[in-house]
């Protein structure tokens, strides 16, 4: 984090995960699995400001760190939870415009979070034409299962974009064919969003860009 700029995205795999704003610029919805640090969370609530954030964290002590990270205090717009992502989604209403997915414990991504069931409550709990984000690790050894158990939810309704170091892999997937949107690939900014975020993200936004493209 930039002490400086505390609300930028200082690494890429952040920013390819804001590229569902090329289909949905405007979600009234965000449900965010995981704190960490609070970039996401703080970018999203700081430049769209009509979305209604809550983000679910297992860890207290991950929590207890978020003055130190200048996360937002929980108000009318924006809330960190204390819960289990797995059992969270499991009971969570579909109202979500976007899920963000960027879970890790020591050893990865839990099982509860990257398993067929996880992945069938996360279509559930998103609004028709929803959009799924996830961060996985390219070189993990059942990225490819991974995938697969996406799919069984989402069918072909989903793609891949992997970062320059080759590092990560994030997904997005939706509940509808908002992603067949050709212009999506097109880079214009949304009205809704603000400039000095699109400078940000416009770069590895071209990245998305070609890959659809390619699709």
Known sequence: MSTLNPDALELEYTRMMMGFVLFK??????LMVGLGGGSLPKFCYRYLAGADISVVEIDPAVIGL????MVP?????????QADAADYLHDAPDQADVIFLDGF?????PDALCSTA???DCYRALRDDGILVINFHVNHPLHHEYLDRVRESFGSSMFEVVDDDMTNSIVFAC????????AAAELKRPAAIPKD???????????IGAT???K
């Not at 610029?25 to 965000?30: G, I, K, L, Y």
């Not at 978020?66 to 990270?69: H, P, S």
């Not at 509940?175 to 050709?182: C, I, S």
């Open 25 to 30: 610029p405007e979600p009234a919805h965000m």
């Open 66 to 69: 978020r003055d130190a990270f």
């Open 73 to 81: 205090q929980d108000n009318a717009r924006f809330r960190v939870i």
């Open 105 to 109: 414990g020591v050893g990865g991504i």
């Open 118 to 120: 996880f992945y069938a």
């Open 175 to 182: 509940k509808g064919n908002l992603l067949d949107d050709p």
């Open 197 to 207: 975020a699109w400078r940000q993200l416009m770069p590895t936004l071209r990245v």
């Open 212 to 214: 659809l493209e390619l």
